[in-house]
């Protein structure tokens, strides 16, 4: 089974981690194929690592922030 799976220009973090969460559900609710299980892994992965390079820019941002730009 292929599932088209793509990132917006403007995914917020908010949004990625509803989605994240959708696939999560799904994950745990079973009864799916072997290969719906590792479509569904595969889109939990892309999005957490998404998600954590949103949080590491705002990271960065807030250390800009804080010092001032120096």
């Given at each position: 089974m292929q599932v088209a799976f793509t990132f917006g220009e403007d995914d917020a973090?908010?949004?990625i981690y509803t989605r994240l969460e959708?696939?999560?559900?799904r994950l745990e609710e079973g009864g799916l194929t072997l290969d719906q299980t590792?479509?569904?892994?595969e889109q939990g992965i892309a999005l957490s690592r998404r998600a954590q390079a949103l949080l590491d820019a705002a990271e960065q941002h807030i250390e800009v922030?804080?010092?001032?730009?120096?």
């Open positions: 973090f908010e949004a959708g696939v999560t559900k590792l479509a569904l892994y922030l804080r010092h001032g730009g120096d």
